[in-house]
């Protein structure tokens, strides 16, 4: 089991979403939840690394390397781990505060994995 204390790195939804979208963003959005839960919804935009992968070694896919990531989950305590998690490695990454759900309630857009309007699960 990991201990992690609260002290990384964290941004706002609203700071996440301008950062990692539009034509050039400057930072990536990993979303490290399961996959019933991305199934259902994800934030728009994000890139799948769900933590039991990021845990068992797994690094940000090839496309999302090259910019600092900021991890989302469901409420932001599994980001938070992922965070610490990619840090340790030398990664320059902040966690988002509130996850998915802050996200949708800042009516930032939530998708299913057809591309369709998803909800926060």
Known sequence: MFLFRRSGPRVTVDEARSRTSGDRPDAVLPGIREEPERTAGHAAGAVRLPLTELVAGGTLPTGARGRPPA?????G???????????GRGVRAVDVEG???????AGH?????????GRTA
């Open 99 to 105: 996850g998915i759900h802050a996200w949708a309630a």
């Open 71 to 75: 991890v989302i989950c469901r409420s």
């Open 77 to 87: 305590h599994r980001s938070e781990q992922a965070a610490e998690l990619l840090s």
């Open 109 to 117: 857009p939530v998708v299913d994995e057809r591309g369709n309007s």
